[in-house]
């Protein structure tokens, strides 16, 4: 271990100056010691400014005196399970509170439904205050230190946070990085011509520099927020708008914001938030030129946040919210200098996209590709794996995965938007169109995930069962991958798109309340008493938990190798663990197909044993005849 640099002793002096005798010093001390470097390193990397690192530690002084001794205990079992997270008994369940339980009392209620699922871990969706009327589904934040009033206060959100984590289950909230509410304090203060506020947004006189940049810049809601800039008449500028007009992004070069961010951070840690979802985080470094996103800073910007975090509440951890391309995705896990050091989780969204893509194919040679350009993690982080969230589907597939496999890949994603749309002939589906760009044809998806799969248009028992079937291996791909497997509202229940999401104004123009309909706690409520598509879900999920989390193979620390077969719509997820391996075998098309046992079993044994149907896999003259939609958890037997 390197001896302390001068830097670091003063600001661990400044820590102790500045808390005293306060309970647990010398703790807090050690934390210091060690994320220290890395908070000095991202400033150094990022701000020029000197005197900065002082006054990060001034905001984690402040909070670390405000926080609860029932917390600072919570700490103290994190530091010593760091990967809480990673463990093959976390699950997820993502949900907005007031569609799930009405009030954040409400979802206290409920508490119960979701630890007989077997969630570890709970994802409430945007619930702090946004502007009034059209929110972007909340993500136009208003006031980060208030809970949107329908739902409750922040004492509600702090008194949940206890409740949950008396049922060992996590709290997960969002934190929108690049943009607020066009009502926030801070732009208000910037329309008042405060040119300390001013220079917390991005504001020009006139189209100079707004039209440089707009050459390189994509739209992302074209339909209804073309541009990346708004006119102010108040600010008398252009104000950088990537999202929406009333979502002004911020000016992340500016120390002050990232101060602001780090006590915004530091007080919701302090209300018991165990993750918070950094939102957009990949758009929040500007580079003329560029598309801004991506940029080499957002890495060093998440160190400083992350290093401050886990010295004024070392059980907080990041998820990174980067939709973005696989070159670009490992990093925001770490590369180089950063590995381990900036969030410690991020969505697979690569995985999402091709599970449905190799549903609608019947193929599942194009996933096995793209997986294979992906880059093994930091062993300290792990991958948020899903079949749907809140958002759209955005057919991120990438054309040279689709070349080496003699696809076009323009094509490819024209043919799942239609089939996902309903519009092929030989689809399923029942999703919807969103933002449809005129210019690229591009085409994004709505829907639910028992919508997607056909459930919807299943007139047969049969048709339904298969539905179902397709459901259950789209998730078993999510589970079986390793790291935090996420379940969203609903699914569990094979709900179906909610036709009647326009007869609310504010989402009329927004197809994606279609896949977030209100919890149906009839349904839920007799989902053991009842024979029904529901009780079919529940009953399949509930039972793919229970198996997971004995399985030590799926700690999030160990990779997935994805190997194809001699048949196109087989593919093996096969994960090596000094525990016990696991093998598992996804038949991916509504046909039986029958394979050399050898494809399977030479992954490592002579017999092995199906962990979710706990059975012998049967061979029969020297061959597996999986059927439809197959699904196979396989170890040496038990």
């Not at 919701?268 to 003329?288: E, P, T, Y």
């Not at 589970?479 to 179906?496: H, K, S």
């Not at 050399?596 to 490592?604: N, P, Q």
């Amino acid at each position: 271990m390197s001896l302390p640099t001068p830097q670091l002793v003063e600001l661990r002096d400044r820590l102790e100056k500045n808390l005293g005798d306060e309970p647990g010093i010398e703790g807090i001390l050690a934390r210091i010691e060690r994320w220290g470097p890395d908070l000095i390193a991202g400033i150094e990397d990022v701000y020029p400014e000197s005197g900065l690192a002082e006054r990060i530690i001034d905001i984690v002084s402040n909070g670390l005196r405000a926080r609860s001794h029932t917390l600072r205990m919570r700490d103290r079992i994190r530091l010593l399970t760091p990967d809480w997270f990673q463990r093959p008994d976390a699950v997820g369940y993502a949900a907005y509170a007031d569609r799930f339980a009405g009030t954040l009392n409400g979802v206290r209620e409920r508490i119960p439904y979701l630890s007989e699922l077997g969630v570890t871990y709970l994802h409430l969706m945007p619930l702090l205050e946004p502007r009034p009327g059209e929110s972007d589904g909340g993500y136009a934040v208003m006031d980060y230190r208030k809970v949107r009033e329908d739902l409750g206060t922040m004492r509600d959100l702090a008194s949940l946070a206890e409740a949950l984590h008396e049922s060992d289950i996590t709290l997960t909230l969002d934190l929108v990085l690049n943009h607020v509410a066009a009502e926030h304090e801070w732009a208000v203060k910037a329309r008042a011509g405060d040119p300390k506020y001013r220079d917390y947004f991005y504001i020009y006189p006139d189209r100079e520099m707004p039209d440089q940049y707009e050459r390189t810049l994509p739209e992302v809601f074209p339909d209804f927020a073309p541009g990346n800039f708004t006119w102010d008449d108040d600010l008398n500028g252009w104000v950088w708008t990537t999202f929406n007009s009333f979502q002004w992004d911020v000016n992340w070069t500016n120390p002050d914001v990232l101060c602001e961010y780090i006590d915004i951070i530091i007080n919701l840690a302090n209300q018991g938030v165990d993750c918070l979802r950094l939102d957009a985080i990949a758009f929040i470094v500007k580079r003329m030129g560029t598309n801004c996103t991506n940029q080499p800073e957002v890495h060093g910007i998440t160190q400083i946040l992350r290093a401050a975090a886990h010295i004024a509440a070392p059980s907080l951890i990041f998820k990174a919210e980067a939709i973005v391309a696989p070159d670009d995705l490992v990093a925001y896990l770490g590369r180089g200098r950063h590995a381990g050091r900036v969030s410690d989780i991020a969505y697979h969204n690569s995985l999402m996209v091709q599970i449905w893509s190799a549903l609608a194919s019947r193929d599942a040679r194009l996933l096995a590709v793209a997986m294979s350009r992906f880059q093994d993690i930091p062993t300290t982080t792990a991958w948020a794996t899903y079949v749907r969230c809140h958002d759209d589907i955005g057919w991120a597939i990438a054309n040279e995965d689709c070349e080496a496999l003699a696809l076009n890949g323009f094509e490819h994603r024209r043919f799942l938007s239609d089939f996902y749309s309903g519009a092929h002939p030989a689809s399923f589906a029942d999703g919807l169109v969103f933002q449809e760009n005129p210019q690229t044809l591009d085409r994004r998806i709505s829907g639910t995930a028992a919508s997607l799969v056909g459930l919807g248009r299943g007139h047969t028992a049969a048709e339904r069962r298969l539905a179902l079937d397709r459901l259950m291996l789209a998730y078993a791909m999510a589970m079986g991958f390793g790291g935090l497997p996420l379940i969203y509202m609903g699914d569990e229940l094979a709900l179906l798109n909610d036709d009647d999401f326009a007869s609310v104004p504010e989402h009329a123009d927004d197809n994606r309340w279609a896949h977030r309909p209100a919890m149906p706690w009839d349904i839920a409520d007799a989902r053991a008493t009842t024979v029904s598509d529901a009780a079919s879900a529940y009953s399949g999920l509930h039972r793919m938990v229970h198996v997971r989390r004995s399985l030590e193979s799926l700690h999030a620390s160990v990779p997935t190798r994805i190997y194809t077969t001699s048949h196109p719509s087989v593919v093996c997820f096969v994960r090596r663990h000094p525990a016990g391996d696991l093998v598992q075998v996804y038949n991916v098309s509504d046909v039986s197909v029958a394979l050399d046992s050898a494809e399977i079993l030479g992954h490592g044994w002579t017999l092995a044993y199906d962990r979710l149907s706990e059975r012998y896999l049967p061979v029969v003259d020297g061959h597996v005849t999986l059927p439809p939609y197959a699904t196979l958890w396989l170890t040496e037997p038990v």
